[in-house]
């Protein structure tokens, strides 16, 4: 079973910038195979969302929120309201 992936507009951003970053300080090789192992991250948490280190906060508000580390960058995730793709 996977999970759809919501990308808010402020992550996408983020992603677009870094991968511009990379190709302006290093190579545009290098760009790409940050998105590939951003995406890959991606894919892997909607075939795994509980995967990662529950945020222990003292706000409610955040008692869903999870995070791990990866080859990309730290992902940081909302696991509420989960359903399977399709569904």
């Not at 892997?44 to 990662?52: D, E, F, S």
């Not at 508000?61 to 399709?86: K, M």
């Amino acid at each position: 079973m996977s999970f759809l992936i919501n990308k808010l507009r402020r992550a996408r951003q983020d992603l677009v910038d870094v991968f511009y970053y990379f190709a302006r300080q290093g190579t545009l090789p290098t760009a790409r195979r940050f998105l590939a192992r951003a995406e890959a991250t991606f894919q892997r948490l909607a075939r795994m969302p509980g995967i990662g280190t529950r945020y222990e906060p003292d706000e409610s508000l955040y008692a869903e929120l999870r995070y791990f580390p990866s080859p990309a960058s730290a992902c940081t995730w909302f696991s509420t309201g989960l359903s399977p793709a399709g569904s």
